[in-house]
């Protein structure tokens, strides 16, 4: 039983996929709009208007043929076999289908009423396609529709009242004005109650579908951002570990380091795990600055040159970059160190070869100069007191000597004073 329920299940799959291929002719009816939804609806309605119009018809066919009715048993069939080649036919569009299906409910409906006297059918075929018309047509075509149906119904009316001789009269005129009059009224409200269910339908689906489209293009640029950030994280990531200059990450809060690269752990010995468990203060020597740099820090807040003590204990002075960020949520510093020693060194050099020159101008001014002035003293003096050996070269370059040796002292003196102007 399994078995053949499954089998079943498959023949019924694969005949709504026959059927439905047919109708559209492979095209696609799953995009969500009101159209579709039409469309899907009547591939639904001919699903199953095929298989159980044809076991209708032939109970009618055996029914009629008993009673001798032969024509309305070939005209039955002949409606069936109609409508199952055209729905069929691949050639012929969505749209023509509906009508053709249109069409031939009315053309049953009328002949059933008109020619054969089943009032009763024609009345439930022709309210049928009122609310056929209703669901797969306008507004406009709606309520013509209902027009249209209310117009035959006069018709056969006043044909019922006249007494047309050809026109069977199975009924009474009374009995199809009410009969009639109800079946209007209830055909009304049927298309009234359908088609203020599609308005809000097509509202509420344009909604979604904007609000869809919204929400695609919102996605869109949350895509382009991820994608922004993720290359910026890459670019961040690249700067910030590959660089060759030190850099490290510590929260302004706890002052503990959160994030270092090699180069800081290159640089100052430590291994990446001991200067992530350090504080700032730490790895800074408790904030204490080289004191020939002091001022260096009051010129902006961004940039400061401090000394750092390395894993062995050996000092070196590095120029700090920092900037404030937001780093997993907390309020962070980047810091970009630049060692600067080699250039201390160099400056402390200079500063100390500054300080032996004013030592050696000052021994020149005070110590050379002295004993220089007593030379100078003696020779004026011989001068004044033995004129007749002023020509001797003795004297003359003992002078001269003198003089010279007073000149350098005085560009040496020179040359100590300027770096103590600067």
Not at 289 to 315: C, D, F, P, V
Not at 336 to 348: G, K, P, Q, S, V
Request: hydrophobic letters at 45%; aromatic letters at 12%; proline letters at 2%.
């Amino acid at each position: 039983m399994e078995i053949r329920a499954q089998t079943i299940l498959q023949w019924w799959t694969n005949y709504k996929r026959y059927v439905a291929n047919n109708l559209t002719n492979g095209q696609d009816t799953a995009q969500p709009s009101v159209n579709n939804w039409q469309d899907n609806l009547f591939i639904s309605l001919v699903i199953y208007i095929i298989p159980f119009s044809i076991l209708a018809v032939i109970s009618c066919i055996a029914v009629e043929t008993r009673m001798g009715h032969y024509v309305i048993s070939g005209f039955d069939m002949f409606t069936i076999i109609t409508l199952v080649i055209l729905m069929l036919n691949r050639r012929i569009s969505l749209g023509i289908k509906k009508l053709i299906l249109l069409v031939i409910a009315v053309a049953f409906s009328l002949v059933s009423a008109i020619i054969f006297g089943y009032y009763v059918v024609g009345a439930i075929y022709l309210f049928g396609v009122g609310i056929f018309v209703a669901y797969q047509f306008s507004t406009v075509y709606a309520y013509l529709g209902l027009l249209s149906n209310l117009l035959i119904w006069t018709i056969i009316g006043l044909c019922l009242y006249y007494h047309i001789t050809w026109f069977p009269a199975s009924i009474t005129i009374e009995k199809y004005i009410i009969f009639i009059s109800n079946l209007s009224f209830l055909n009304l409200i049927m298309v009234i109650i359908i088609r203020q269910t599609l308005v809000n339908l097509d509202r509420s689906i344009l909604e979604e579908s904007i609000l869809h489209n919204r929400l695609q293009k919102e996605l869109a640029e949350v895509a382009q951002l991820n994608v922004k950030l993720r290359e910026s994280e890459a670019h961040y990531k690249a700067l910030f570990f590959l660089s060759p200059l030190p850099k490290w990450i510590y929260d302004i809060k706890s002052r503990k380091i959160i994030q270092v690269n090699k180069a800081a752990v290159t640089a100052f010995g430590y291994s990446e795990d001991e200067l992530l468990t350090m504080n700032i203060s730490k790895l800074t020597n408790g904030n204490r600055q080289n004191s020939s740099y002091s001022n260096a820090r009051q010129a902006t807040s961004a940039a400061i040159y401090r000394q750092l003590i390395k894993k062995n204990g050996e000092a070196c002075y590095v120029e700090i970059n920092w900037t404030s960020i937001l780093f997993e949520g907390k309020s962070s510093r980047i810091v970009i160190a630049c060692d600067i020693t080699d250039r201390i060194n160099y400056l402390e050099e200079i500063e100390h070869q500054n300080t032996k020159l004013k030592e050696i101008a000052f021994m020149q001014t005070h110590v050379v100069r002295s004993p220089l002035t007593k030379i100078m003293a003696l020779s004026d003096l011989i001068r004044a007191e033995y004129h007749q050996f002023q020509e001797e070269p003795l004297f003359i370059n003992l002078n001269k000597s003198a003089n010279e040796l007073d000149q350098v002292i005085h560009k040496i003196i020179k040359h100590g004073e300027k770096p103590s102007a600067t």
